[in-house]
Each structure stands twice: as C-alpha cells, then as structure tokens.
DNA sequence: TTTCGTGCAAACCCTTTGCATTTGC
DNA sequence: GCAAATGCAAAGGGTTTGCACGAAA
C-alpha cells in the first residue's frame, strides 16, 4: 500500500527542491480522497501560505504529472482533476443530471481493455476514465 | 436512413429561423464526415459569408446541442469536435502518441453499456466515446 | 411589424508564460 | 553561491455575453 509522503519522497529522491508551496500542493492532494481541482488546491493552500501564486500551484501540478506521479481526470466541467497515482486506479460514472459521481472498481473495465487490446491492438489506457450518464435515481 | 437536410427540417418545424449563418452552419457540420470543431466550422463558413462572426457559430451549435440535433466528442485536444446526431453513433480509439483516431462500431461497447446498466442502474452515454491509449503501431 | 438572430467588442474561465526576485540545497 | 523555483502581471486559447442593429416570418 502506498503512504502519505509517498509524492514528497519521490520528488527528493530525484532532486527537486521540497519548497513549501510544493508541500502544501501534494499534501492537498493527498488528502482529498475524491478528486481535487487546481482551484481546490490554489483555495486550501492560501489559507496557511497566503502569498502562493496559482501558477505556482499549476506548476507543481505539471510536475507532478510528468513524473507519474498523479493523474487527471476530465469530469466535462470545462477544468480537470487531479489525484494521486499510488492510490490506485478507478473509473468513474458522472451522472449527467444530478452530478453524482459513482466510483468504479478497475475490474469492470477489464473485459474492455482486454477486447480492445486483442481486437485492435490497442492498448487503453482507462486510468480515471469518467463515462457520462444517468444514475440510478435519475433514471427512474 | 438520415439524408442531407435533416437538420434543417427539425429546425424549422420548430419554428427556428432558417437564416443563412444557420444553414451554412449546418452544412459545415453535415458535410465533415468526421468530427469538426467550432473554429473549423467558421472557417469553413467564412468563405461563403465573410461577415459572419464565430460567435453566430457558437450559439447555433448551443441551438442544435439541445435540440439534440448534434452530439460533441472531446479528444482532449482542449476543443470539443461535433457531429450529426443522425449519422449514427461510433467510439474512438485515440492514441496518445501518433494522435490517430480509429473508429469503434457501437457493438464494442454494447457489454459494457448492459454491464453497467445491470450492476449499477447506470444508463451510460456512450455516443462519441473517446477512449485514450496507445494504436498497435505505436505499441509496438 | 415585431420578435428572433446577428455582429461586434468586451468579458469570461482556466491555464500558461516571461521576467525579475527569492530560496533551497 | 547558484541553479531552481516563485510571484507577479500579462497573455493565451476557447467560449460566452450585453447590447444595439438587422432581417426572417
């Protein structure tokens, strides 16, 4: 299983300097459970450090990405989210009416994957996939 | 089957006017076999009529998105690309690395659309479904 | 004629960038 | 000390909006 200083120790480790503003980034991240915006971060990150600059916030976010560390997820609100990559993969059900968000185990998708990569010989990659729809109780 | 003209049928039997900006728009749309952003469409259009104004576009694809004339697709290319709602739905494979789009007949997805109707009373929308990852050429 | 649609320009939102200054190591 | 990271302000890209003018029915 993977820990909180998970982000922080790969990042020294490969010799980036642990800035506070860098800290105050992941740990936002690491501490939303769902998925978080750079806005939610940029908003949480100025309450204890009220002289960051957003751009520094995205700047960490591109970081951060490049290195595997966290992935996005497009939820079609015009902004991505973010989460970490060592918490494991999911997908996710949007519903388009009351904007629910249902989590979905990696195992639903498998079959997909698997007839993707055996009929076209494409390899998908279905991390935080978002697929758009209607839930349960709006269907009705 | 849906023939040219479709479109403007609908509108007009709703009582929308038929003005050229309109009409042009639509053709723009109905004549791109594939997928055609907004920008493209205005491009397009300003030949024929060069005082139109992209902003015209725009609010008749807002106008034919509700009354679900059009469906959009995001490719992650930071711009959504359209498409006629008549011409039958389709999936997209889009390689992250060579940026090719291949196409998925709707059958591909069909189990996973019952599969997640039946554990999760989830009724997805898959139409224009653009799945992200890696084509056999460049997998290799 | 009268309401609907348009052009224009400005604003919008999210994100990125150039540059001078600061800071971690 | 010095490269790396930040803050600031401005620009960027795509999209939306307010308002007065123009045109479809």
């Known amino acids: 299983m993977h820990q909180s200083g998970d982000i922080v120790k790969k990042l020294a480790e490969q010799g980036y300097r642990l800035t506070p503003q860098r800290m105050m980034t992941i740990s ?12 939610e971060i940029y908003a949480q990150v100025i309450t204890k450090y009220p002289q960051v600059n957003i751009s520094t916030v995205y700047r960490t976010l591109e970081l951060l990405k490049k290195l595997g560390l966290v992935t996005e997820t497009d939820f079609g609100e015009g902004r991505v989210r973010y ?49 758009f ?4 109780n709006c269907n009705k």
């Open 133 to 136: 729809g209607r839930c349960v």
């Open 28 to 39: 936002a991240i690491e501490k939303s459970d769902g998925h978080i915006s750079a806005e």
């Open 83 to 131: 989460h970490p990559a060592g918490k494991g993969h999911h997908h996710h059900l949007v519903c388009q009416d009351c904007g629910a968000i249902i989590d979905l185990g990696e195992a639903v998708l498998a079959p997909l994957k698997n007839d993707l990569l055996r009929e076209y010989g494409f390899s998908a990659d279905l991390r935080h996939l978002a697929i």
